[in-house]
C-alpha cells in the first residue's frame, strides 16, 4: 500500500498578514498601535508649535514660585509666602480629606437607608424611597448650594448661643453641648492630651506622636482579633460549636486603645461662648460641612440602591434557612444576608466613591479651596500654565480613581466566592 506524499511546505507570504487569521489579529493591534502613536506624535507636536507661536514653553518650575494667596482651609502648615507646590499640596490634601469623609458618611447612611428601604413598615419603606429618589435626582451641586445656603442664611450668628443675663437662656442651643452651627463655621470639640507625647517635626507636617501611638495600638489590636477570628472557627470546624467571641473582640479592639487614652490624659475640649465667637474645640468652615454634606447625602441615595440590589439578589432561601436556625432578623441581615450580598455590592460601590471623589471639584462653588480650586484655579490664573496645571490636575485625579479602584478591587477579591 502506498501513501500519499506529504504537501510541500510553503513559505510564509505577506498576504497571510489579512487572510491568515492565525497572523490578522497580531497585524490589526500593530496597524492600531502605529495609529494611536502616530496621533499621539501629531498632537504633541502641534502643542508645541501652538506653545512656540505664543511664545511658551512647557516646564513646571512655576511650582516653585511663591504663591502669594492663602487658603483658609488647610490642613498642614501653610502660608502666602510658600511656593505654588505647596498650595497644590494642601488643596490635594484637602480633596482627600472630604472625600475620605464623604465615602465614610455616605457608606454609612446608604447602607442604613438601603435596608430600611426593603422593611415591612410601609411608612418606613416609603421614606426612604423618597429620600432615595429626591436626592439622586436632583444634580450634586444644587444639594451643595443648598447646604451652604442654610448654613449661611438659615443658621443663627455665633452671638445667638450667648447666655442672655437677664433670661438666663440663649436664642440658639448647641447639640448634644457639643456642636454649633453658625452662619460663619461650624463649632465642635476638639481633642487634647495632658500628658501628650509631642509631636514629631517633619516637611510635609508634625504629626502628633499621641494620634500616632494610638493609630498603632488600633492597628495592632485589629490584627490580635483577627487571630481570635481564625482560632474560633478552627474551633467550629473542629467541634461543630462556635465559642462566643463578641466581648473578647470589644475588648481586644477597644481595651488598650482606652488605656493608651487614658495613660495619655485624653481631655476632649468643648467649644465655648466668649464675648462674640467660640473659643476652645475647632471651627471648621461651612463651605467644608456644605460639601461634605452635599455630596456625602447625594452618594448614599446612590449606594442605598446598589445596597438594596445586593440584598435581593440573594436568594430567599438563605433568609428562611436562617429562620429556621432560630436567628433573628437582625442577626440574619448582618450575618448571613449582608456578607454575600457584599459581592454584589462592592463592585458598583467603587464607581460610587470614584464619582465622590471626583464631584469634589465642585468645592469651588462655595469657597473651598482644594486641588480645583489650588492648582486648577488661582495658580493657574496667576502663573499662566494653564496646559501644565490642567495635565497636572487630570494626572493627580487619575492616580487618586486608579488608588481606589485598586484598594477596593483587592477587597473584592477577598470576599468573592472562591471555587473549589
Known sequence: ?????????????LSQLIYDTRYRSLTIQVVVFILVMGGAA????????????????????????RAGYDIGNAIIPYNNDMSHGRALLVGLINTLWVSFLGCVAATIIGIFVGVLRLSKNWLVARLMTVYVEVFRNIPVLLWILVAIALLTDVAPSPNAYKVNQQTGE????????????????????????DRSLGSLDTALAP????????????????????????HAAKVQEATGKRPTTWWKSILIILGPVLILAI??????EEPQIKGFNFTGGTNVSNSFVA??????????AFIAEIVRAGILAISKGQTE???????????????VILPQALRVIIPPLISQYLNLTKNSSLAIAVGYLELRGTLGGITLNQTGRELEAI???????????????????VYNNRVKLKER
Do not use: C
Open 170 to 193: 440663649a436664642q440658639a442651643s448647641m447639640i448634644l453641648d457639643s456642636v454649633a452651627f453658625t452662619n460663619r463655621y461650624t463649632a465642635i470639640p476638639a481633642v487634647h492630651f
Open 1 to 13: 500500500m502506498t501513501s500519499a506524499p506529504d504537501a510541500p511546505e510553503q513559505g510564509f507570504r
Open 207 to 230: 504629626i502628633s506622636l499621641d494620634f500616632l501611638a494610638l493609630v498603632i495600638v488600633l492597628i495592632a489590636s485589629i490584627w490580635v482579633n483577627k487571630r481570635l477570628m481564625t
Open 391 to 409: 495635565t497636572l490636575m487630570m494626572l493627580i485625579y487619575l492616580a487618586i480613581s486608579l488608588t481606589i479602584s485598586g484598594v477596593m478591587n
Open 42 to 65: 501629531w498632537l504633541v507636536d502641534n502643542v508645541i508649535q501652538n506653545l512656540n507661536d505664543l511664545g511658551k514653553d512647557f516646564n513646571f518650575s512655576f511650582l516653585g514660585q
Open 291 to 300: 460639601l461634605w454634606l452635599g455630596l456625602s447625602l447625594y452618594t448614599a
Open 321 to 335: 434557612a436562617a429562620f429556621a436556625l432560630g436567628l433573628r432578623a437582625n442577626r440574619t441581615m448582618s450575618l
Open 263 to 268: 495613660a495619655l490624659g485624653i481631655n476632649p
